[in-house]
């Protein structure tokens, strides 16, 4: 994922790969969050204009996915899984632990259901990539390994 | 002599550090000046071994499990590319009771072979049922699929070749293959193993759909929680049309077939197929009526055969070995082999392949080895968030569709999640209604509504206001919507539920209401 301010001709172009195909909507979403992290008005707007749908269609379709957030992240993305094979090992404690020990930073911290990494679980997901096996001890390095990496 | 040294490339392997293991083993034969060759394979499904390291030793893979990053320079101390001896050693992949004692139907290439390598694939009967397939003819395709009672593996376990034929049968000039493969239900992992360690299994199991059917294109719905799946899952579908497999006249075959991959957006009710085709078309995920059905009037309105990955990989071996072998597998009329996946709070968890019949206490105690906190087993929830959890007592249950559908619960897509005694089943019960609000599409008032109320009546019998009349609304409530939703979500919510209402209705009385 990047972050790159929202620029009309980036999204334009973005559309234009997809063939501005409306049926593609779900898949452009994916790829202006891949590159602008986050789905704003602007977006929106454009969308609707260039695939011949109304702003409602697509707000629609925005909204609708957990996916397809409309503000901003934090730095880094944490989601732990809080299904019930991870919660059968202790996730509700990490979900805990993690909220008090990220409080103040510039991180969004979520919640998801399933990684499909239940038989490592609790599971954990950091800025796309998954972790299994988290204790607390694993979540605090696998955090410090972030800022390492800036 | 270049020796051939395997780690997996799988999500849970890599999320509990193969890539790290394959970064140092790397680097330490070059300081060794060892020559080797490594093969990122997919995983064999002995998930509590991971990372599982293979060495290749005279035609024997030695394995050598839960191998750290860490351990890598210790391992080359020990010769461990001769096979030798060291803490983590296993011995040869194919004597590990936990593989060998499973019934490979489906999952057979997954962690034998390299993933991407079509040679490596053609070299393991890939292809060879496409081929068969097409000398067969569509109609007995479909017949073979019929004589292996073979069901979708997705959970509802509808007859696949009756669906087959229905598509076959209906008018329309274009018909798609539609693969489900938005594993959403926790506890399982079997598509995701599949996609990862033998997509292009899946790609001919789609070919052969569409030959038989006469659908032309196949679309992949993956979730988007599995990113490494995606990358080569892509790769796969990119590798298979530059060979020549996928496009225009595949082979000389005259049959022309191609794959689009299509990603998920986080929403649970995308696995529902008319909310699937929905979110395929662009659209929000929201359920369709029924009817008409997918197979009449599915994506873009034309004739769709919508089935789960590993039903569609299943068809492969169907192809090779006949009908009557699949067939030979299983119970009743839950014919064949389903890979069962032991989840959660489970010693050695992992994809187990079997024949139906199988009881839940033989998954848990001899593949599964009990809990993982070594506590006793209090429940076990199988076939998903909608499915229903079980107490220790009925675990000799075997493992058939209808059995499970005896004691109010079902098998699905074949998860298996252990909690043992420390487990608060109101807090799971509460956990079953607020994930159906949170998930909820939003299209019935039973599912969207009800599933809130649920939350809230709960809530008020744990914290013990008016404990027996909030239990008589609770269960009016599962009435109402198991009766009134449009589709499993808001229709199977109740069932874990009602099990703990049934089994565990002590847990009410003691539990903390709100989330910790």
Redesign the interface.
């Known amino acids: 994922m990047t972050r790159e301010p929202y620029d009309n001709k980036t999204a334009s172009d973005i559309v234009a790969s997809f063939d501005a ?7 452009i ?2 790829a202006f969050v891949n590159r602008f992290a986050w789905i704003s008005e602007d977006a929106i707007r454009q969308l609707a204009a260039e695939l011949n749908l109304s702003r409602a ?1 697509v707000h ?2 925005v909204s ?5 957030r409309t503000e901003a992240p934090g730095k880094h993305i944490v989601k732990i ?1 809080e ?7 202790g996730s ?2 990490l979900s ?1 632990y993690a909220s008090a020990s990220l409080d103040g930073e510039d991180v969004t911290l979520e919640p ?10 609790p ?1 954990v ?1 950091v800025d ?6 988290v204790s607390n001890e694993r979540f605090d390095e696998i955090m410090a390994s972030l800022g390492e990496s800036g | 002599m270049t020796t051939k040294v395997y780690v997996p490339r799988e999500t849970a392997a890599v999320s509990v550090g193969a890539d790290d293991v394959a970064i140092a083993i790397a680097r330490c034969a070059k300081e060794n000046s060892e020559s080797i060759e490594l093969v990122r394979n997919g995983s064999w499904g002995a998930t509590w071994l991971e990372p599982l390291v293979e060495v290749l030793v005279d035609d024997k893979r030695i394995a050598y499990g839960n191998v750290a990053g860490g351990d890598v320079p210790a391992l080359f101390d020990a010769d461990f590319l001769r096979g030798g001896e060291h803490d983590s050693r296993l011995g040869a992949i194919n004597d590990i009771p936990y593989l060998i004692n499973q019934d490979r139907w489906t999952f057979w290439r997954c962690g034998l072979i390299e993933p991407l390598n079509i040679d490596d694939f053609r070299a393991h009967q890939g292809f060879k049922a496409f081929e068969k397939a097409v000398e067969m003819g569509a109609e007995a395709v479909i017949e073979a699929v019929k004589t292996s009672g073979l069901r979708g593996r997705g959970g509802a376990g509808f007859p696949a070749g009756i669906k087959w034929q229905t598509v076959a049968d209906a008018e329309g000039e274009q018909k798609y293959i539609a693969c489900n493969a938005d594993e959403g239900d926790s506890g399982t992992f079997s598509d995701r193993i599949l996609m990862e360690g033998d997509p292009l299994g899946l790609i001919e199991g789609m070919m052969i759909a569409g030959f038989a059917v006469g659908a032309t294109r196949g679309y992949i719905y993956l979730r988007s929680e599995y990113p490494l799946t995606h990358s080569i899952l892509s790769r796969a579908i990119d590798t298979a049309r530059d060979a020549g497999w996928l496009g225009e006249n595949i082979q000389d075959s005259g049959f022309d077939f191609d794959i689009e991959l299509h990603l998920g957006a986080g929403s649970y009710v995308c696995g529902e197929e008319t909310a699937m085709l929905e979110s395929l078309e662009g659209k929000q995920g929201i359920v369709r009526y029924k009817p008409p059905l997918p197979a009449h009037e599915g994506l873009f309105g034309a004739p769709t055969v919508v089935n789960n990955v590993v039903t569609l990989a299943s068809v492969a071996n169907i192809m090779n070995l006949g009908g009557e072998k699949y067939a030979s597998f299983g119970v009743n009329r839950s014919k064949g082999t389903l890979a069962f996946q032991l989840a959660g709070n489970i010693k050695r968890g992992g994809l187990v392949e079997k024949g139906f019949g199988i009881t839940l206490r033989e998954l848990i105690e001899d593949w599964g080895g009990g809990t993982a906190s070594g506590r006793p087993v209090k429940a076990v929830q199988v076939g998903g968030p909608l499915g229903a959890y079980i107490p220790a007592e009925q675990l000799d249950t075997p493992l058939d569709y209808e059995a499970f559908i005896e004691i109010g619960a079902m098998v699905g897509h074949g998860g298996i999640v252990v909690f043992d005694d420390t487990a608060n089943m109101a807090q799971q019960a509460r956990f079953a209604m607020e994930f159906c609000a949170i998930e909820s599409c939003g299209k019935c008032t039973p599912c969207r509504i009800g599933s809130t109320r649920g939350v809230e009546v709960i809530d008020r019998m744990v914290t013990g206001v008016e404990r027996e009349a909030n239990y008589d609304l609770l269960v009016e409530l599962c009435d109402t919507m198991e009766d009134a939703s449009l589709c499993a979500m808001g229709g199977m919510t109740p069932f874990p539920v009602r099990s703990v209402l049934k089994y565990f209705s002590e847990d009410f009385s003691s539990a903390v209401g709100a989330d910790e």
């Open positions: 195909r409306p049926e593609m909507l779900v898949q979403l994916h269609e629609g379709v609708y996915y957990h996916d397809f899984c299904a019930e094979a991870c919660q059968a090992m509700r404690k805990a998801v259901y399933c990684l499909g990494n239940c038989a490592c679980s599971a997901m796309g990539k998954t972790y299994g096996r």
